[in-house]
């Protein structure tokens, strides 16, 4: 017969027969000294959080409490003040990050490869061709400045980036290398981007070239206006706070 | 030498004794949870053993690291985790279960009902780890400590744990009696915390991720809680069972039980994050956790005086009952454990010590030192019942005693100083990175011998359980002792 199935007292395993009964709880008070004991824990643990905690700042790193690493470095003081990021510094990140692979840190492009955008009549015309082909990319064959180039496609970048972050390298590449066009603002890249919003392909040249080189996209600056000075710039761009990842 | 005869008796044997009705019911109860706690058992076995295998590949790999560097599988990066996580998921979850399921249907004095649902949970958990560690394997992992396992393994776990875990709590709406006794409630608690843990860490770090570095603060709040509030807190339950159980006396006192419980509870939750100290979060978070550390001293100190009371007097008995003496060994590694935790949290000493090994001292002297040792002990209770046969050799299990104790000893020792050695030169600018590497290279060495003692002793163990289950035990109406015992009557303490 199998173990399991012993209903009979006297055939239950020995093992069960000698075991003491379930265990009970006994009543003893606590002792005075255990709750010393506790007072002194709560204390310690009270006192370290207060001391370390570093006013409860959502941004405080350090554990005394001083002020946050940004402020600490202003308190230093050799640097100054640290300065707003202008659209053109921001766009000039973004640049590096999307745009250098390509195009080059020096904005020339690789020869019948990748097209140029210093000196390119695409750049620095009027601000809707660039701000067309950077939100919905470009293909086929293209020529700028006189040079032929058709190997590469250009990707849209209207999934990728956000207005403020269009805005913001095309500001900085209508600025760079010598070109001189008008700034581009994140509410112009947002009223394009809805205006476009049905146009699902990527552009060719010849819809590019069905814009007239010189439209601005409306609400910008004049066209032809000075280029933008760091600093200046920054005013009539919304306070956007630097994204830490851009 | 008659060291038991002058055990002090706080109450009469004879009321000490059970009844026949109560042992004909506990028969009945043990034989409910047979198949399933000895299924539970032995594939926890088999998964301590391979975890074991690991921890030595893991732990030769570290001072020479161009043996099998070639195959990808079995490089370090790989087969840590994969150690790791057998651990955790495979031997001391699967163990931690059959020994809380034994319980929970003794204490609610209800039998199992339908323990062929437990056996196909078993069978899925088993599988669930199986996949994770292929996965693991396979370079599937996803980094974070504890955690390792693919989600699609985490899916299986959860339907597993969803069929076993609702065992045990129905166990608890049947039970029987007034009285909800300690180790109740610590079991209670463990199978309802670990479901919340186990989501909460997936659902933050996996399917909802909260931003960056807040994913590290969730996985180290994951790791330490499931060290305290799932695999601690059946270890404290089942050593507040085996303890009176095996003396045959009282638990010493139900307030202090009572407030070792809720503090445990409440401050274990708090702690985590001290493993990130001047890591890039707002201090309070971390400080905060350091703080919950420093409380946790109130539960231990409660619990570990709880349990001192009660053996006070019955020391002795640790010669003879191989029970109680891994029990004990392991409740009072949880003393060790946690003041070690306290030292190695505090800003002053984790600056030096929480990029080094002394955190892998920490999780082996809560991982072994305490859960494993009391969970050795109720397996050497259980499993006479379980199979109806004493344990066949008391040489063995004193091998297995003092190659785990003298093993997790040495490793402690040796990952703590080594720890420190590593942290002084990595903070010394004056001296490179790699020097600090080489300072710590003597107790790695160290460590490989520590683990080779485990290892013998876990096969031991391995071998002296096979035994039993294939019925090649004692058929004896006399346990097992550790020593012979001289004087008489002593064995109605075992």
């Known amino acids: 017969m199998d173990y399991g199935e012993t209903a009979d007292v006297h055939e239950v395993h020995a093992a069960i027969q000698r075991e003491k009964r379930e265990p009970r709880v006994g009543l003893e008070p606590l002792s005075i000294w255990l709750i010393a004991v506790y007072g002194l824990a709560i204390f310690t643990g009270g006192a370290y959080l207060g001391r370390y905690s570093g006013n409860f700042s959502g941004d405080g790193l350090d554990p005394l409490g001083g002020p946050p690493p940004a402020k600490k470095g202003s308190a230093a003081g050799p640097g100054g003040p640290i300065q707003e990021l202008t659209p053109r510094d921001r766009g000039k990140k973004i640049f590096a990050a999307n745009c250098q692979t390509c195009h080059q840190a020096n904005g020339l492009g690789v020869p019948s490869q990748y097209p140029p955008l210093a000196g390119s009549e695409f750049t620095t015309g009027g601000s809707k061709r660039p701000a067309m082909i950077v939100l919905k990319g470009l293909q086929g064959p293209v020529t700028v400045k006189g040079q032929k180039f058709g190997s590469a496609v250009m990707q849209p970048w209207d999934k990728t980036l956000t207005d403020q972050k269009i805005a913001d390298v095309l500001t900085y590449e209508r600025s760079e290398w010598g070109n001189n066009a008008s700034p581009v603002t994140a509410e112009q890249i947002a009223a394009l981007r809805k205006e476009l919003a049905s146009h699902p392909e990527s552009y060719t040249e010849p819809d590019v070239l069905a814009v007239p080189a010189e439209t601005e996209l409306p609400g910008g600056a004049p066209a032809g206006a000075a280029p933008p000075k760091p600093g200046e710039a920054a005013k009539p761009a919304p306070p956007a706070p630097p994204k830490p990842q851009s | ?494």
């Open chain 2, 1 to 494: 030498m008659t060291p038991t005869a002058d055990i002090p008796l706080k109450e009469p044997v004879i009321s000490a004794a059970a009844s026949d009705a109560e042992q004909l019911e506990r028969a009945r109860i043990d034989a409910s949870t047979r198949v399933p706690v000895l299924m539970f058992y032995a594939s926890a076995m088999v998964w301590l053993l391979i975890g074991t295998l690991l921890a030595g590949f893991v732990s030769f790999k570290l001072h020479s690291p161009d043996w099998l560097s070639d195959v990808s599988f079995l490089t370090w990066g790989r087969l840590r985790p994969v150690h790791m996580n057998v651990m955790v998921y495979g031997w001391a979850s699967m163990a931690a279960m059959g020994t809380a399921i034994w319980l929970m249907a003794r204490l609610c004095r209800t039998t199992l009902r339908h323990p062929l649902l437990i056996v196909a949970g078993i069978w899925f958990w088993n599988i669930g780890v199986l996949i994770g560690v292929i996965g693991i394997l396979m370079g599937y992992s996803t980094g974070y400590d504890w955690l390792e396992f693919p989600s699609y393994a985490a899916v299986v776990l959860f339907v597993a744990y969803a069929l076993i875990m609702s065992w045990a709590v129905l166990m608890f709406r049947f039970r029987r009696g007034d009285q909800i006794y300690i180790t109740q409630w610590y079991l209670l608690g463990a199978f309802l915390w670990f479901p919340w843990l186990y989501a909460a860490a997936q659902a933050m770090l996996f399917v909802v991720p909260v931003q960056g570095v807040m994913q590290a603060a969730v996985g180290w709040w994951y790791a330490n809680n499931l060290l305290f509030l799932w695999l601690g807190a059946i270890a404290l339950g089942t050593a507040y069972y085996m303890i009176p159980k095996v003396i045959g006396r009282p638990v010493y006192s139900y307030h202090l039980a009572t407030i070792g419980f809720w503090t445990y509870a409440l401050f274990s939750s708090w702690t985590g994050m001290q493993r990130l100290v001047d890591g890039p979060f707002p201090a309070w978070m971390i400080t905060a956790s350091i703080a919950a550390t420093i409380l946790t001293i109130i539960p231990v100190a409660t619990v570990g005086l709880n349990h001192h009371m009660t053996m006070q007097g019955y020391f002795p008995v640790m010669r003879y009952s191989p029970t109680l003496r891994f029990t004990v060994f392991g409740a009072m590694s949880y003393t060790v454990f946690s003041i070690i935790g306290i030292l190695i949290s505090l800003r002053s000493t984790a600056r030096y010590l929480h990029f080094t090994e002394a955190s892998i001292a920490y999780s082996h002297l809560g991982l072994y030192a305490f859960f494993t040792m009391v969970m050795f002990g109720s397996m050497y209770y259980t499993v006479p019942r379980l199979v109806g046969r004493e344990w066949r050799y008391a040489t063995l299990i004193k091998l297995h005693f003092w190659a785990s104790a003298y093993g997790v000893g040495l490793m402690s020792l040796m990952l703590l100083v080594g720890g420190f050695a590593q942290g002084a030169t990595q903070d010394d600018p004056s001296m490179s990175f790699i020097q600090s590497v080489a300072s710590a290279l003597p107790y790695l060495r160290g460590r490989t011998v520590a683990a080779l003692l485990l290892t013998i002793s876990h096969f031991i163990f391995a071998f002296h359980f096979g035994l039993m289950l294939f019925g090649l035990g004692r058929t004896s109406t006399v346990p097992t002792f550790l020593n012979p015992v001289e004087a008489e009557g002593s064995e109605t303490h075992l």
